[in-house]
């Protein structure tokens, strides 16, 4: 079964810290990964994207890696900002389909305090 | 920041009465998206559209149905709100890839958030 476990369930750290969200994935066969951020009342807004020969991306403070082998993901914030208090979710394409199917994770809550 | 608009963002109403969510999107996108999603669940895929005239069903079952008339314009109806329809309502849009292959960014609107009372 394709699914997406993504940990920790929900995580506070404080401003200015850094933190690690990982992402497992048993998604088969593999197209591409996706980390989105999703503030509270919002949609999600793309933060990485990576295919199967990337194994790191980075987007500002946002780093995501990617080990295909082990199908495990991360996603590491640096120097952690107030608003980047949010819902992380992990997001894996199939190649399975013409519809590239997605397959979302539960998300990581993060509350960054001052 | 994309493109794509969703209303209402709230919406409060009775058990039975009939309601329209509109979605549009002006990056000429062929491929538009309906999820469902509850407080702390995962986003489910409840219909899509790979262009006009063109509606499929997705993974979650739904009571809902959908219209594609124009590129930009993908409505979600619901003929009879119940109170487990209530959720949160995400619309997205994407292109559409080379020989069928989505491949490309998806991109949400803000959401409908849906009470049934």
Known sequence: KNQVEQS??????????????????????????????????????????????????????????????????????????????????????????????????????????? | EADIYQTPRYLVIGTGKKITLECSQTMGHDKMYWYQQDPGMELHLIHYSYGVNSTEKGDLSSESTVSRIRTEHFPLTLESARPSHTSQYLCASSELGTSGIVGYEQYFGPGTRLTVT
């Open chain 1, 8 to 114: 920790p369930q929900s995580l506070i750290i404080l401003e200015g810290k850094n933190c690690t969200l990982q992402c497992n994935y048993t998604v088969s066969p593999f197209s591409n990964l996706r980390w989105y951020k999703q503030d509270t009342g919002r949609g999600p807004v793309s933060l990485t994207i990576m295919t199967f020969s990337e194994n790191t991306k980075s987007n500002g403070r946002y780093t995501a890696t990617l080990d295909a082998d082990t199908k495990q993901s991360s996603l590491h914030i640096t120097a952690s900002q107030l608003s980047d208090s949010a819902s992380y979710i992990c997001v894996v394409s199939d190649r399975g389909s013409t519809l590239g199917r997605l397959y979302f994770g539960r998300g990581t809550q993060l509350t960054v305090w001052p």
